[in-house]
């Protein structure tokens, strides 16, 4: 009983300290955004004159009001269109097991190892070529591919999972291909979609290398990429930077809120099932 409860204590502290140094550095982040621009605060030092203006020029300077718009488009884009690959793909990898299904499986895993900086050259010769350099689409291809090893791996888990007594009676029933798959397993797959419509979302907000390489209009990048436009005269101003760090990381932060217990289940899911 002694030991229980000795572990009960030791993971509380754990987890107080974790959330101490998680919180941390927002806290400082915050801190910094409210002191004069210009200078360049040290420690966790609240400022005399806490200088709130510091967000609205932020705003003001990255036109976050076009970002906004232009990470939803991008949004709207990427996630809906990965969904229905990923699903389909899933699908037949781990359900139908079709022929050269573990080649395909060892392909995208093998995907997963790319990483972002490694294609980034290659993508944007293709896309000077394409003619695509410096639109939305420059920044939407690439993610939808670039996502589709993780997306398609996570599907797969899930349709591999199903009970093959599931399928087998709608094919008793009469069901096609079609019928098997749109009114009897994506049904099924709610959870695991919402949750990895979830994730994509997210990392499609938050993508900061593709839009600052591929788009040099920053009204058209994702709201990560807006860290760009405080380049040049502002690109040693600190709590503007700080500012602009914050606003950029508010919608994140909001989604999360919203919506923790999926991304949490999300996250959960993927290590039972992968």
Same mark, same amino acid.
């Not at 944007?124 to 003619?131: C, D, N, S």
């Given at each position: 009983m002694q030991i229980a409860r000795g572990e009960r204590w030791a993971g509380r502290v754990f987890l107080v300290a974790l959330m101490g140094l998680t919180v941390l550095p927002f806290i400082s982040i915050f801190t910094t955004a409210l002191h004069p621009s210009g200078t360049v605060p040290r420690g966790l030092v609240w400022p005399a004159e806490p200088q709130w203006g510091n967000f609205v020029t932020a705003y003001r300077v990255a036109e976050m009001h076009a970002l906004l718009l232009s990470s939803t488009l991008i949004v709207l884009a990427v996630v809906p269109v990965s969904l229905v690959i990923a699903t389909m793909a899933g699908f037949a990898i781990g359900l139908l097991r079709i022929p050269g299904a573990r080649v395909l499986l060892a392909l995208f895993v093998l995907g997963l190892t790319l990483p972002f900086p490694g294609v980034i050259v290659p993508i944007? $010769?293709? @896309?000077?070529?394409? *003619?695509i350099y410096n639109t939305r689409l420059a920044i939407v291809l690439p993610l939808i591919a670039l996502f589709m090893p993780f997306a398609v791996f996570w599907m797969r888990a899930h349709? $591999? +999972?199903?009970?093959? @007594? $599931? +399928? &087998?009676? =709608?094919?008793v029933d009469g069901a096609s291909l079609w019928d098997l798959f749109w009114r009897i397993h994506v049904p099924l797959a709610r959870a695991p979609l919402a949750s990895l419509a979830i994730l994509l979302s997210i990392w499609t907000w938050?993508?900061?290398?593709? =839009?600052?390489?591929?788009? @040099? &209009?920053? /009204?058209?990048? /994702?709201? =990560? *990429?807006a860290l760009g436009a405080f380049q040049g005269q502002y690109a040693t101003d600190v709590p503007l930077l700080c500012a602009g760090t914050l606003l950029i990381l508010t919608p994140t932060l909001i989604l999360f809120v919203l919506f923790q217990r999926q991304i949490i289940t999300a996250l959960l899911q993927g290590a039972v099932k992968g």
């Open positions: 944007y $010769i293709l @896309e000077r070529a394409l *003619g349709f $591999i +999972s199903m009970p093959a @007594e $599931i +399928s &087998d009676a =709608a094919r938050n993508q900061f290398l593709l =839009a600052l390489v591929l788009v @040099e &209009d920053p /009204t058209r990048r /994702t709201m =990560a *990429g």
